[in-house]
């Protein structure tokens, strides 16, 4: 985001943790730190992409952004408004400017209800002919007939249940759309269909999105930023060309590396740095870089010390201790 970009979301050092399970009654209270200390923003219009490994805190994060889950620390400001400092009555009537896309199409839409009332189910009460423009409206921004208003869940396709998904989504105008893992459980064919209508919605209507995935290769031609999440922490955070060009956290790398068909003009992945092994514990996350376990130059250093996140020369982001001021990834 440049500084002449008004930031619609503005998130700073996000923090959110799970109570454990105690050993036993008189034990101490231990804490799993999904969200550890996470900051970003989006300007209007534009997409962030959160990408990470299962487990990494993407979900969480989102869920906090949206007040749906307690942040026990940090802010979160939609333009004006500090949503983290809500009271109950408040958050009640901010609650539409958030709407979520989620991975599964067939379990997030209520089987029982006929695709307009789904896609009409978020709308402020309204008259009849009112909420059948709209709706009428939406199922053709998101490329569904008329006629198959009237059908319910089971009846449409996994990508035409994606569809109805997004139309839901826009229907009450929200502030921003959190589209997570929405292409996940769709056939590869199908998925280039809905990111293409995700990316026209965008352009056509000014949406905004944050949008979660764990795979590199699916965000590659869908955002303006991303964010490359490890163990709850943010490892890198770049504009995307600078992020494929230019790959610099060991991390990023190996993620890159995953992605089968990146396309050939950026730098891409390399092969060597296939990710093995699986994160470490969450709950008892290493002293040093999170990453150190995994990662086929760690120091001695990286073991000890945790590596902040510093912005470098060229305004990219990266927490790792052997990466340049001048943006040179220790694996060259
Ligand atoms: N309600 C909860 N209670 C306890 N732990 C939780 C809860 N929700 C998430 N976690 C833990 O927090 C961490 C982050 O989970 P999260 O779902 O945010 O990850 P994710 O990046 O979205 O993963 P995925 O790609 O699998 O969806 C994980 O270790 C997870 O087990
Ligand atoms: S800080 Fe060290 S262990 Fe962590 S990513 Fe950088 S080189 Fe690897
Ligand atoms: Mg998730």
Redesign the pocket.
């Known amino acids: 985001m440049t500084s002449r970009e008004e930031a619609l979301l503005t998130v700073r050092d996000l923090r959110v943790r ?1 109570p454990l399970k105690a050993a036993s009654l008189f034990a101490p209270k231990r804490y ?1 730190y ?2 550890d200390g996470v900051s970003f923003s989006i300007a209007r219009g534009q997409t962030l992409a959160i990408v ?10 989102a869920l906090a952004v949206a007040r749906l ?1 307690d942040a026990y620390a940090g802010s979160v400001n939609l333009q004006e408004l500090d949503v983290l400092g809500l009271d109950r009555e408040a958050l009640r009537a901010a609650r539409r400017r958030f709407q979520f896309i989620f991975q599964d199409p067939y379990s997030s839409l209520n089987p029982r209800l006929r695709a307009a009332d789904i896609v009409a189910e978020p709308l402020p009460p309204m008259a009849a002919d009112a909420r059948q423009r709209i709706v009428d409206d939406l199922f053709e921004a998101v490329g569904l007939r008329p006629e198959q208003q009237r059908l319910f869940p089971h009846q449409f396709s996994g990508g035409q249940r994606q569809r109805i998904g997004i139309a839901r989504a826009m229907a009450p105008q929200p502030d921003l759309i959190i589209c ?2 929405p292409v996940s459980a769709l056939d590869v064919a199908v998925q280039a269909q809905v990111l293409n209508l995700l990316r026209d919605l965008q352009s056509g209507r000014g949406l905004t999105y944050l949008f ?1 995935s ?1 795979d590199l290769g699916v965000v590659q031609h869908m955002c303006d930023q991303i964010a490359v ?1 490890y163990l ?1 922490k943010i490892v890198e955070y770049a504009d995307r060309l600078s992020l494929f060009q230019n790959p610099l956290h060991p991390y990023t790398r190996a993620l890159l590396s995953a992605v089968p068909r990146v396309d050939p003009t950026v730098r891409g992945g390399d092969r060597r740095l296939l990710l093995q092994g699986d994160p470490p514990d ?1 709950a008892n996350p290493p002293r040093g870089c999170r990453f150190a376990a995994r990662c086929p130059v760690a120091e001695t250093r990286c073991h000890q010390e945790p590596p902040a996140l510093r912005t470098l020369r060229n305004k990219q982001q990266v927490a790792c201790h052997l990466v340049t001021e001048d943006a040179v990834s220790p694996l060259g």
Request: aromatic share 4%; hydrophobic share 30%; no cysteine.
């Open positions: 799970f799993l999904a969200v990470g490994e299962s487990g990494s805190g993407k979900t969480t994060t889950i997570d893992e979660i764990h999440m709850g969450p």
